[in-house]
């Protein structure tokens, strides 16, 4: 009974242990200890580590040890030979607390730790340094990212509340594509060569997850609610005659420190402050995709704040006031816009030809919406009855007007004539596709599930209307970029976030 009794005082001291361990108490690290088992007949004077059994701890052998027990005492069992080798056991005594994990940020009622900062700092400075681009300041880039990391969690939440949910059948396609667009015969392959590259796949697959959710939320809640006026079509169009430089590109790089909504004077002129540091570093040599991936709050800063090349006509005219006076290489000073502080560099400058001809599809369809009452599954399936219908006989004009959620199902789903870049990118490239004639399946786009018919195609002269069709694109893209930053700043204001980054470094 005595050799029971402490094979379960053993077990629940190590099952004590084993639960200060995981619960993160303590874990300490330090010296090792040898104790080695006694041969002797004799009891052990030295008490086993961490262990207190109730009863004494007379005569008893340690475990592995051949021990006969005397039969002149009347009180114990008969002796027994237990034949098993000698074992010299390691017990880690151990001291100091061991750090687990931290929380960095509380954004209303979840977390951002440590670890997942860290191992967003990894990934981006392997993309950094990948890129060629030299490391801003370790704290002052994981200030950056957590505050990325911030507003992504905002918009996750947002979504949530409002029923904007990405399931994995809609997420594997757009993997598929995104493998097919990197020139990749398989999504299995396209897997092996982001592992190859070191990219935690699983990882990899939630953040396009993420980048679906903010593309819809910015399309419901921004896109969709901005008005472009025939006024301002006409004001941009004579702006643009006037304008120097209209057929010519630019390929820029850019730095944005963005101004909070309603901010006080103290906090515009910190940021205006921010920018000046930013501006010091590129005057003192620093790179400038360095000094954007330290410093620039707009989407693009961990590319360098690369902006790729912009015609005149999609360039905002504060921007083409700086140009005008810049040469390939140079950086402009810090200016203020509505957004905040911007600073420019021109990287490189070219004639653009103007096109003359473009190509032109006719096209109409159906769409069904999804929304918190009706998920996405469920659209789907509406639609694909409704393609049934037609397919059997049914009236695609009737169809669209008795089922269509868009502004078109008054005119039998008509879309007109569709140049290029008028329709959301899966729209377009479903629609580019199909043959004259030829129904799509269930198509999916920010806007929710569409059937498409491609009714005809042509090549026509850009003509006024189309020229104002590329100005209303450019004004649009333009106010997104403004509102798409207003909103984002208002879903800051209205949230709690409590920073704890500073007591984790």
């Known amino acids: 009974m005595l050799h029971i009794k402490l094979m379960l005082a053993l077990l629940l001291s190590l099952a004590c242990t084993a639960n200060v361990y995981a619960a993160g108490l303590q874990k300490t690290s330090g010296t090792t200890k040898k104790i080695k088992a006694p041969t002797q007949t004799t009891p052990s004077t030295t008490p086993a580590p961490s262990i207190t059994p109730a009863t004494p701890a007379t005569d008893v052998p340690a475990p592995g040890t051949a021990k006969k027990l005397s039969s002149q005492n009347p009180t114990l069992p008969p002796a027994v030979d237990l034949q098993t080798p000698d074992i010299t056991k390691k017990i880690t005594v151990q001291t100091g607390p061991v750090l687990i994990d ?89 897997r092996a060569q982001l592992e190859k590259e070191g990219v935690d796949f699983k990882k990899f697959r939630e953040e396009i997850r993420g980048e679906i959710i903010y593309a819809r939320l910015r399309e419901r809640e921004v896109d969709s609610k901005l008005v472009i006026s025939e006024g301002e079509v006409d004001n ?30 103290d906090k515009i002129q910190a940021t205006r402050q921010r920018a000046d540091q930013a501006l010091a570093q590129l005057r003192g040599g620093a790179e400038f995709a360095q000094v954007a991936a330290g410093f620039s709050d707009a989407k693009d800063a961990l590319e360098g704040g690369n902006l790729g090349w912009r015609s005149a006509d999609r360039t905002p005219a504060i921007f083409m006031e700086i140009l005008r006076k810049m040469a390939p290489g140079e950086t402009s000073p810090v200016f203020r816009s509505p957004n905040g502080f911007h600073i420019l560099k021109l990287l490189e400058k070219r004639s653009k030809e103007n096109s003359i001809v473009i190509g032109q599809t006719e096209a109409r369809h159906i769409l069904i919406k999804t929304s918190e009452l009706v998920p996405e599954n469920e659209a789907k399936s509406r639609l694909l009855v409704i393609k049934q219908r037609i397919e059997k006989g049914a009236d695609f004009t009737k169809q669209a007007k008795l089922y269509s959620e868009d502004g078109s199902a008054a005119k039998g789903g008509d ?15 479903a629609m580019n596709q199909l043959e004259i004639g030829q129904m799509s399946g269930a198509v999916q786009s920010t806007f929710g599930w569409h059937l498409i018919q491609v009714l005809d195609r042509r090549s026509t002269d850009v003509s006024v209307k189309e020229k104002k069709k590329q100005a209303q694109m450019a004004i649009r893209a333009d106010k997104s970029d403004a509102a798409y930053q207003d909103w984002l700043r208002q879903l800051r204001d209205g949230a709690t976030i409590e920073y704890r980054l500073e007591q984790a470094l």
Request: glycine share 6%; hydrophobic share 40%.
């Open 102 to 190: 931290q929380i960095v940020a509380v954004v209303n009622n979840d977390a951002i730790t440590r670890y997942e900062l860290e191992d967003r700092l990894g990934i981006v400075e392997r993309q950094l340094k990948k890129q060629g681009t030299a490391l801003p300041a370790i704290d002052m880039l994981k200030k950056q990212l957590l505050e990325r990391m911030i507003t992504e969690m905002l918009q996750v939440q947002f979504a949530k509340e409002t029923g904007i949910r990405i399931d994995d059948i809609q997420l594997d396609k757009t993997m598929q594509r995104i493998a097919k667009e990197n020139k990749f015969p398989s999504l299995t392959e396209f």
């Open 236 to 265: 941009y169009l004579n702006n643009q005659a006037k304008q120097l430089g209209k057929g010519e590109e630019f390929h820029l790089a850019h730095i944005l420190v963005l101004v909070p909504e309603q901010a006080s004077a």
């Open 415 to 429: 879309l007109g004539w569709i140049s290029p870049g008028d329709t959301v990118p899966e729209f377009e490239a």
